[in-house]
């Protein structure tokens, strides 16, 4: 059984805020893919419905997420996260069915 840690997670933010967030997600996304434990790191806006965003990433591991979700900025966004979402996170962990297409 593989040991990678593979997640879904839907953020549904306010009309208002939702372009803050793309513009401060977006500031994440190379430094977390430069992370030794990720693998797969993606962040999509939904077309029909643009406060939607989606987040597709794989970890090596748990402790490689863990890892990540204890840097600072991470920590300093989850505390302030509600005052860009209308409810909490929906994460669904997902099984990796076909091989990872980064070229790591």
């Given at each position: 059984?593989?040991?990678?840690?593979?997640?879904?997670?839907h953020a549904?933010?306010?009309?208002?805020?939702?372009?803050?967030?793309?513009?401060l997600?977006?500031?994440?996304?190379?430094?977390?893919?430069?992370?030794?434990?990720?693998?797969?790191?993606h962040?999509?806006?939904?077309?029909?419905?643009?406060?939607?965003?989606?987040?597709y990433?794989?970890?090596?591991?748990?402790?490689?997420?863990?890892?990540?979700?204890?840097?600072?900025h991470?920590?300093?966004?989850?505390?302030?996260?509600?005052?860009?979402l209308?409810?909490?996170?929906?994460?669904?962990?997902?099984?990796?069915?076909?091989?990872?297409?980064?070229?790591?």
């Amino acid at each position: 059984m593989s040991s990678l840690c593979a997640f879904i997670l839907h953020a549904y933010t306010r009309p208002e805020k939702s372009d803050e967030f793309e513009a401060l997600f977006k500031e994440y996304v190379a430094p977390s893919r430069a992370e030794a434990g990720c693998i797969e790191y993606h962040m999509l806006r939904d077309q029909q419905d643009p406060t939607l965003f989606l987040f597709y990433e794989v970890w090596k591991s748990q402790a490689d997420l863990d890892q990540h979700l204890a840097l600072p900025h991470m920590q300093r966004f989850f505390e302030q996260r509600m005052d860009y979402l209308t409810r909490d996170f929906d994460i669904r962990p997902v099984t990796m069915v076909s091989p990872s297409s980064a070229k790591r």
